[in-house]
């Protein structure tokens, strides 16, 4: 299973990205994804979960209100819409898939509960 993370780039503050998740290897069956972010320095972090039905989304609270997480299973796909960009935003993305095979048991937010990543890609906000 590979996941390619693109979308990234160098935007202004207030502006908006879109961010994609390529799923290729396999479908991934009954497995939430997340977006993850992590600038220089710092830990990486927790930003946005969808469980594999697509039925709800879990967000952490630096994000809420301006970041929508959404998956499309016909495109084999993930998407973070990123809007009213912060400096504070800008980091490395990375998305990542955990097995979840009950959707009601989606909202997890460790890096370690994960079981693939992406690349990631670099996200810069400027002021």
């Known amino acids: 299973v590979q996941l390619q993370a693109s979308g990234g780039g160098l935007v202004q503050s207030g502006n908006s990205l879109r961010l994609s998740c390529t799923i290729s290897?396999?479908?991934?069956?009954?497995?939430?994804m997340a977006w993850f972010r992590q600038s220089p320095g710092q830990e990486r972090e927790f930003v946005a979960v969808?469980?594999?039905?697509?039925?709800?989304?879990y967000y952490a609270d630096s994000v809420k209100d301006r970041f929508t997480i959404s998956r499309d299973h016909a495109k084999n796909m993930v998407f973070l819409q990123m809007n009213s960009l912060k400096p504070e935003d800008t980091a490395v993305y990375y998305c990542?898939?955990?097995?979840?095979?009950?959707?009601?048991?989606?909202?997890?937010?460790?890096?370690?509960?994960?079981?693939?990543w992406g690349q990631g890609t670099q996200v810069t906000v400027s002021s």
């Open positions: 290897g396999r479908t991934l069956n009954n497995y939430a």
């Open positions: 990542a898939a955990t097995f979840n095979r009950y959707s009601n048991n989606y909202k997890r937010t460790h890096d370690i509960q994960y079981d693939y």
């Open positions: 969808i469980p594999w039905s697509g039925e709800g989304s």
